[in-house]
């Protein structure tokens, strides 16, 4: 239920309770008519009769007595002779006072059930007409063409760019906005022509909507905030007209900032997919268009927009005069991490082993929402110790919670698996340790996982990498397969826990062969086809772009780098069963094992176990 329809409800109660409260009051002065003239003559017998009140009509000699009694009691007789009542009340000694009966109010009778009628019915109409007026009512059906963009005035956005870390270049080239808006004239005297429309692309949970917010708290100017998907509607017109009435709204406030999130709902590429060119989407698509760079001018309207698919937009809307500048929002690095996670633990008590750098070197490929998360999955943990304080080990199980799953250490696994699991996870560890470009390790685990792993190796990168080469992925494909080799060197049988790690591994060749050109077979030519669907703004009819002779190369070459990948690693492993064996024992005793208990078991030499190379039955 909105605002409004509660106010509503509760206007509308108060006005039933006052009629009601005036409707009991004037049953308070319905006399008691079971009072008559012989009870009152005994009374005036007996005594029992302090005071009597006369109330003579103005022109009949008809009235009434108030009679008080001793006791207190209070009671009213109507008489057809008030002349006749005196004389008897004055011959038992009692002096009564005689005034005229209160007339009716002509007011009460005549005007005031008509003014209450008036009033009740002015309150409908304005509440009505409120309601009606409100930018956001969407029950109403005059209301299907309004905006729903929400308006934050200047003063009501706290937030900052200062607030915003971990996107410093970003935010210079935001700053440029924010100086706009703050001294336009600065700009126009030397004939300079500031963008009128600032497209953030970049992963979901980057910081897009967080700067569209700290640049329109920086220039402390109106903001209009609103989703793609809040333009179209079922009804034809409604999106187109909701655009026009968003920046007529805008005019009226400008300078100021309309954020458009997520604004691919809108603003996709016309003419493709199974729509037509004359949906709903697609006329306020056009109104958008007209309203950016049209006939009309929309001066100190700065248009911002948020997507994270900028590759299915319509090219008319990226060209520039509308969104005339592009900015990537990239994740963040080490440093941009370690500075993200020190806002999000301004507010959480942080014991003294905890350690933001190791952290941000740990979270490689993390956004700030990821961040974020992971510090407040670390507090609820703190919280579910009973401590006060998040220690380190609360921030490293919120990390294997939220990058692998939660733990499920009840779960009931046979001996046998569990050997399984150990040495297949004593594989992976093994690669990610020699070869250069994966490791190191940083946890090795048999313990299952929600994402229904049996265990699970995480390695520890030092360093943020801008781009794949041949060597990284070639590596990245024989630590995938090195759990199925340990599995077929130990127990001379394999089994189906490899399944994802062979996906990712045919994933990762393929992508090498098609899309990045590093086989020397098929050369330097780009077969990859686009995975988008139709219904996200690509043709219908997507014929591909090579032969059936070259697929069948491009087969041979993905079948030749998983071989090849998968002997090196073989070979590796098998250099080091020695360590296999000890890792997997390991594992066995503790089921969990950090990077210090790793690496010591390449430099401490243990006799192989008797029944390492058991077979399975």
């Not at 110790?385 to 609360?394: E, P």
């Amino acid at each position: 239920m909105s605002r409004n329809s509660r106010s509503f409800y509760v206007y509308f109660i108060i006005i039933i309770g006052l009629l009601l409260f005036t409707v009991w009051i004037g049953t308070l002065k319905v006399p008691n008519n079971s009072y008559t003239k012989g009870e009152f003559v005994n009374q005036l017998e007996n005594n029992e009769v302090a005071i009597v009140n006369i109330c003579p009509n103005k022109d009949t000699p008809t009235g009434s007595l108030e009679v008080t009694l001793k006791s207190g009691q209070e009671c009213i007789l109507y008489v057809t002779d008030v002349t006749e009542m005196e004389t008897l009340v004055r011959s038992y000694g009692l002096d009564p006072t005689v005034e005229n009966v209160p007339e009716e109010s002509w007011f009460l009778n005549s005007v005031f059930p008509i003014l209450i009628v008036v009033v009740v019915c002015v309150f409908f109409f304005v509440m009505m007409n409120a309601q009606n007026a409100n930018a956001g009512g969407g029950g109403k059906m005059m209301n299907f063409g309004r905006s729903r963009a929400k308006l934050t005035m200047g003063g009501e956005n706290k937030i900052k760019l200062d607030g915003v870390a971990g996107l410093k270049e970003e935010k210079e080239e935001l700053q440029e906005i924010v100086e706009f808006l703050k001294d336009p004239g600065k700009f126009t005297k030397v004939g300079a022509r500031i963008p009128k429309g600032v497209l953030l692309e970049g992963a979901p949970g980057t910081g897009k909507t967080l700067l569209a917010k700290a640049i329109a708290g920086e220039a402390n100017v109106p903001f209009f905030s609103i989703s793609g998907s809040d333009f179209v509607e079922m009804f034809v017109g409604v999106g187109a007209s909701r655009v026009r009435d968003m920046f007529a709204e805008a005019k009226r406030h400008a300078p100021c900032i309309i954020f458009i999130d997520e604004i691919d709902a809108v603003a996709r590429r016309r003419g493709t997919g199974m729509g037509g060119g004359h949906d709903e989407r697609e006329q306020t698509l056009n109104q958008l268009l007209v309203e950016m760079d049209g006939f009309g001018v929309n001066e100190g309207i700065i248009v911002m927009a948020a997507t994270n698919r900028v590759d299915i937009l319509d090219p008319a809307i990226l060209r520039p005069g509308r969104f005339d500048r592009k900015i990537t929002v990239a994740p963040p690095d080490v440093r941009g991490r370690e500075d993200i996670l020190r806002v999000h633990a301004q507010n959480k008590p942080l014991g003294d082993d905890v350690d933001l750098s190791q952290i941000a070197q740990t979270t490689a490929g993390f956004t700030g929402a990821d961040l974020e998360n992971l510090l407040n999955e670390a507090a609820i943990n703190a919280a579910m110790d009973k401590r006060v304080f998040v220690k380190q080990d609360d921030i490293k199980r919120a990390f294997v919670k939220v990058g692998i799953g939660t733990e499920k250490k009840s779960r009931l696994i046979s001996d046998k698996e569990k050997k399984i699991t150990a040495y297949h996870e004593a594989g992976h560890a093994i690669l990610f340790h020699v070869l250069p470009d994966v490791g190191p390790v940083y946890t090795v685990s048999i313990i299952p996982t929600g994402l229904g792993a049996a265990g699970y190796t995480m390695p520890l990168p030092e360093k943020d990498e801008m781009f794949l080469t041949k060597g990284k992925m070639i590596e990245d494909i024989m630590v995938s397969l090195g759990g199925r080799i340990a599995e077929e060197i130990i127990f001379d049988d394999i089994t189906t826990g490899a399944s994802s790690d062979i996906k990712k591994a045919t994933k990762v060749a393929r992508r090498m062969v098609m899309r990045y050109g590093m086989s020397e077979n098929i050369g330097v030519i780009n077969y990859d086809d686009d995975d988008d669907e139709v219904f996200i703004g690509r043709d219908l009819a997507h014929a591909k772009g090579h032969s059936e002779a070259v697929s069948g190369e491009i087969d041979k070459e993905v079948k030749a780098i998983i071989d090849d990948c998968y002997q090196k690693a073989k070979e590796i492993i098998m250099k080091h069963e020695d360590v296999l064996h000890k890792c997997a024992n390991l594992l066995l005793e503790k089921e969990k094992i950090n990077r210090t208990e790793f690496e010591e078991l390449f430099d401490v030499k243990y006799p192989q176990p008797e029944d390492a190379t058991m077979t399975m039955q």
